[in-house]
């Protein structure tokens, strides 16, 4: 089973997302426990990232909101990069 290691600059990211959306801590905690259970979940819509962020992966919170990570399997590890809509974790 994965483990998820948090970084200072991510946590400082999430607690800035879960203060502008609050109605998301919910949600933002489920994802995160299945990601740690069970990554390969298809609520979880993992998916590899493109061009610029080709070393990333991202699984989504809801429809809307996104987090992007790197998934390093060989290791069984799991770093948060960024979290946020579509388009604020994507540029």
């Known amino acids: 089973m ?3 290691v ?3 600059s991510y946590n ?5 997302f879960l203060k502008k959306h609050p109605d ?8 995160l426990q299945l990601l740690e259970l069970n990554p390969g979940h298809p609520s979880l819509k993992l998916h590899k990232l493109k061009e610029k962020y080709a ?8 429809i809307t ?3 992007s990570i790197y998934f390093v399997l060989d290791k069984d590890t799991i770093i948060p990069v960024n979290i946020g809509s579509h388009d604020e974790i994507y540029r």
Do not use: D, H
């Open 65 to 67: 909101y996104r987090i």
């Open 12 to 16: 400082s990211r999430a607690a800035v």
């Open 6 to 8: 948090y970084t200072a």
């Open 24 to 31: 998301l801590i919910g949600q933002y905690s489920k994802t």
């Open 2 to 4: 994965p483990k998820i």
């Open 55 to 62: 070393e990333l992966y991202a699984v989504a919170i809801n």
